[in-house]
């Protein structure tokens, strides 16, 4: 069995080196994990991007890098200026350009000999595609069973975003049995780039036409977050550097929740299951432990009550408060307890929700505990709000998987949740970038690459249709 793992331009380069260097010092590392080839070590991954600082050290350093196939590194050296259209540009796109125009496209990047035209992005984007497709279907073939492909990308830059935007699109009309999953980064609200948010805007409405279903992750919020927990456990302050670290540990227990046992749950499973229609895509996931100034937040003796608490904090961090003297009785121990308060504004439900327990003994210790499970179902009503109208919307799973640590019972939950707390997030990109798109500002960079009005149109309707498909679901 198998799962591609496709990593597009600096930060989906960097958060995959981070998970499989969170793999790599784990304990778990020999466990079910569908990410590596049956006969070796090396990992079922592609990484790209069109500057070679962040890929070049992995080909010239193979001794530390000996888990990544050189053959699936592929770096360029122009980048992509920080432009969906640069990204995305094909030659369908160029043919659209007016001689001036064409004249006029001429990247501000440069070469110590020469400018790059546009007729050079245009087939290098061509030959980055081919050689993507090339190596994705060689690692297909290495597989007897394959699961799905996931993409990681950032939605604000040029190579993540627009270059991203068009291999999903291609590998939807190739590989269409295989579900195409987008681990998709939200940038911050200010100060990357004066473009993220048309990138922003054009990938979201991409990526929700052609992937299958869509994980997401809000540096700024991952930061508050972290910032917050933190700040209760170490005096660091907090930086990109952990944002990624978290980032990389949700993905690295996602990979891990595959019942290798009773073969009845994979991940893309739950993420099917979570994806409750074609208008309903994006997924948020929080687990525990997860990694936070290279350590572990919870120790290996941790209670389930510890483990829940952890990952319900995560989701609703901002509503969480500390009551020392309120105890509850759970089971035969006596543990502190949160009063947590809804972390629901109005409006906010969740529409599915996929929850995945594994330990050594998870069965007997928190399955067929009437009191944990009474104690889990208060948790999920008052923290997440599930839908009322489907019986359904929460699903909770118990994988029993033998600690590789002798002594320790690894415990480990996962939890994806498809809500409306997307809503939000997508009218804010739509609202800036309506501005700057009604003043006409920054335009001039995506006309001199191909795009017109309408793309821009339709991207703002898309997001537009996935506010409304949510909204509805609420008022159903």
Same mark, same amino acid.
């Not at 001036?100 to 990247?107: E, F, L, T, V, Y």
């Not at 970038?433 to 798109?437: D, F, G, L, R, T």
């Given at each position: 069995m198998g799962t591609l793992l496709l990593n597009l331009g600096q930060c989906g380069n960097q958060l995959a080196l981070q998970m499989f260097n969170l793999i790599d010092k784990s304990s778990m590392h020999e466990g079910n994990m569908f990410l590596?080839?049956?006969?070796?070590?090396?990992?079922? !991954?592609?990484?790209?991007? !069109?500057?070679? /600082?962040i890929l070049k050290p992995i080909v010239e350093d193979r001794k530390l890098y000996s888990h990544i196939d050189v053959k699936n590194v592929l770096y360029y050296q122009y980048g992509r200026g920080n432009n969906w259209g640069l990204g995305y540009l094909n030659f369908k796109q160029k043919s659209k350009l007016s001689k #001036? $125009?064409?004249?006029?496209? %001429?990247?501000?990047?440069?070469?110590?000999t020469n400018e790059v035209s546009i007729q050079q992005y245009c087939q290098e984007n061509e030959q980055i595609v081919e050689q993507i497709i090339n190596q994705a279907r060689k690692e297909i073939e290495k597989t007897d069973y394959f699961l799905s492909i996931s993409t990681i990308m950032s939605l604000a830059g040029g190579t993540g975003s627009g270059l991203g935007s068009r291999v999903i699109q291609e590998f939807s009309d190739i590989f269409q049995e295989v579900h195409q999953n987008v681990i998709a980064i939200f940038p911050n609200k200010t100060g990357e780039t004066p473009l993220q948010h048309y990138n922003t805007l054009l990938s979201s409405a991409h990526i929700q036409q052609y992937a299958d279903s869509i994980i997401y992750f809000e540096n700024d919020r991952i930061y508050q977050m972290l910032s917050q927990i933190g700040s209760k456990q170490i005096d660091k302050s907090v930086d990109l #550097?952990?944002?990624?670290?978290? %980032? @990389?540990?949700?993905?690295?227990?996602?990979?891990? %929740? $595959?019942?290798?046992? !009773? $073969?009845?749950?994979?991940?893309?499973?739950?993420?099917?299951?979570?994806? %409750?229609t074609e208008g309903h895509k994006f997924i948020e996931v929080v687990s525990a432990p997860f990694t936070l100034f290279a350590h572990s937040n919870l120790g290996p003796l941790c209670t389930w009550e510890e483990l829940i608490k952890s990952s319900l904090e995560q989701y609703a961090f901002e509503k969480f408060e500390d009551d020392s003297d309120q105890q509850q009785q759970i089971g035969e121990a006596v543990t502190k307890s949160l009063q947590i308060q809804s972390v629901q504004k109005k409006g906010e439900t969740t529409l599915n929700l996929q929850s995945v327990f594994r330990s050594e003994n998870v069965l007997k210790t928190l399955q067929d505990s009437d009191s944990h499970m009474k104690f889990l179902e208060r948790k999920i009503n008052s923290v997440f709000n599930p839908i009322q109208w489907n019986p359904d919307a929460v699903q909770l799973h118990f994988i029993n998987e033998k600690s590789s640590v002798k002594g320790h019972d690894q415990k480990m939950n996962v939890t994806l949740i498809n809500s409306t707390k997307i809503i939000p997030i997508l009218k804010n990109v739509s609202k800036i970038?309506?501005?700057?798109?009604r003043s006409g500002a920054y335009l001039h960079w995506y006309w /001199?690459? @191909?795009?017109?009005?309408?793309?821009?149109?339709n991207a703002f309707e898309s997001l537009q249709k996935i506010q409304d498909d949510y909204n509805y679901m609420v008022e159903y």
């Open positions: 590596r080839r049956r006969e070796s070590n090396i990992y079922h !991954t592609i990484l790209v991007d !069109t500057e070679p /600082k #001036s $125009n064409q004249q006029q496209a %001429i990247s501000v990047f440069k070469s110590s #550097s952990n944002v990624n670290e978290y %980032i @990389g540990s949700c993905l690295m227990n996602l990979f891990w %929740i $595959n019942d290798n046992y !009773t $073969n009845a749950r994979y991940y893309q499973d739950l993420l099917s299951e979570c994806c %409750i970038a309506y501005q700057k798109y /001199k690459y @191909g795009l017109e009005n309408q793309d821009f149109d």
